[in-house]
């Protein structure tokens, strides 16, 4: 077919992540190429010289970046297994929920690592406030995507991320009490063999811990 | 025919993005003026995340955030198309939008402070505009080649908005000799016929947000 598709990425990054389970999940094979964020590779500043971020998709040469450009264009790309709904409103709001993991939810989350005490409740509060918002979005549905796992999904990944590291740290802001449909959620992700083929290998936890605590957002899309 | 209602505030440039959107298809739209410091229950019922305007909304369901608004009119009403049909040039369209709505905040932290952190914010912002220039606006005449798409609607606080925040701070960001195809594009943007009467009136913007600055600066 001549379709070559290569992928910079970074194994800490939830961005990267992101993409790669993207790429399983459409059954779409692919090169993987492991970039230092010390040392970037000359290819991955070639092909994203505006940020010089993983991750990076490149297609017969072409590369595509930011990580739900990416997402987006493979759904138009390869149709198999579609991850945005068909239904333009339904579009819309797969669009705003991954938006606001993204925009709000996920500084809030890079922000717990550096505050204390009062503060540190705070941020908490406002992190229970946000993961209300997607507990809401769960009701009536096995998925974020409905019935399949979807484009909203694969963003909220982070949640799996949350709760999982959340066993090493103590800090549990993922309560099954207050949040029973996103633990649902995450059950049901992770008997996905593709999902756990994506996550931090348990091994690299902690490590991945404290690179979060000391640059959460420094070098990924 | 289903009913199009726009929740908006003058002069708020994201509203404006919408508005530009609706006219250029030739959409027939509802204005509802909503009163930022009385926010309104068709607010709060629309948009409970973030109670912010714009929020379009369509045969009763709502939609909210600027760009997102403008990918499901595209959707719904694809006449005079505002994005290319190659997946690739869409995924490049799709960077800039999103690039725009990261880095343009810059503009509105200098509007918003004073002192240092209003330098930080004059550096990004510049830093903005030369990537800006360089890489996303090239040669072109517009950020969709040789008509505006959704990416030059997504920059379009540049054409005004960017010229009122440098008059009311004194800052200058935008030197027309170190940004000539900037300054060119935003000459041309404000000729095309929907944006050219579609724009706030100048001396009303300038002395609405001068009120708006001084009264942020107090308060701190």
Redesign the interface.
């Known amino acids: 077919m001549g379709e070559e598709v290569k992928l910079h990425g970074m194994w800490a990054s939830p961005f990267s992540r992101r993409v790669e389970l993207a790429l399983k999940l459409k059954a779409i094979p692919y090169q993987y190429i492991e970039e230092d964020l010390s040392n970037k590779t000359p290819s991955l500043l070639r092909y994203n010289p505006v940020h010089k971020k993983v991750p990076v998709l490149v297609h017969n040469d072409k590369p595509v970046t930011e990580s739900m450009v990416i997402i987006e264009y493979m759904d138009e790309t390869w149709e198999n297994n579609p991850f945005l709904p068909r239904d333009p409103y339904e579009r819309a709001m797969a669009r705003f929920y991954a938006k606001f993991i993204d925009d709000k939810l996920l500084p809030t989350l890079a922000k717990l690592g550096q505050t204390a005490g009062k503060e540190k409740e705070e941020t908490i509060e406002e992190i229970h406030e946000q993961l209300k918002v997607l507990e809401d979005e769960l009701k009536g549905k096995q998925f974020f995507g409905g019935q399949r796992i979807g484009y909203l999904d694969i963003v909220a990944m982070i949640l799996v991320w949350l709760h999982l590291t959340g066993s090493i740290t103590g800090q549990k802001v993922l309560s099954t009490e207050k949040f029973p449909l996103i633990y649902e959620w995450i059950e049901r992700v992770m008997k996905m063999e593709v999902v756990n083929e994506c996550l931090i290998p348990e091994e690299k936890r902690q490590d991945w811990i404290q690179l979060a605590q000391r640059a959460p957002k420094s070098a990924s899309n | 025919m289903a009913e199009v209602k726009l929740l908006g505030t003058w002069p708020s440039p994201f509203y404006y993005r919408v508005v530009w959107v609706l006219k250029l298809k030739g959409i027939a739209y509802e204005f509802i003026e909503e009163d930022l410091n009385n926010k309104g229950p068709l607010l709060l019922q629309h948009n409970p995340?973030h109670k912010k305007i714009p929020v379009l909304i369509?045969s009763g369901?709502s939609?909210?955030?600027s760009m997102?608004?403008l990918?499901?009119i595209q959707?719904?009403w694809p006449q005079n198309s505002l994005l290319p049909t190659d997946?690739?040039d869409?995924?490049i369209a799709?960077?800039w939008i999103?690039?725009a709505e990261d880095k343009l905040p810059a503009i509105w932290m200098v509007f918003r402070t004073s002192g240092e952190e209003q330098k930080k914010a004059i550096r990004d912002s510049l830093k903005m505009l030369e990537?800006t220039e360089e890489?996303a606006l090239g040669d072109k005449t517009f950020f969709g080649g040789d008509k505006i798409d959704l990416v030059d609607i997504a920059f379009g606080q540049l054409s005004q908005w960017l010229q009122m925040v440098e008059d009311v701070t004194n800052v200058k960001l935008l030197d027309p000799s170190k940004f000539p195809r900037l300054q060119r594009w935003i000459n041309n943007f404000k000729q095309v016929p929907i944006i050219k009467e579609n724009l706030p009136d100048y001396q009303e913007m300038f002395a609405y947000f001068k009120a708006l600055r001084e009264m942020l600066l107090s308060s701190k």
Request: charge should be positive; include cysteine.
């Open positions: 995340v369509h369901k939609i909210c955030e997102i608004i990918e499901y959707e719904i997946p690739y869409r995924a799709r960077f999103k690039f990537t890489h």
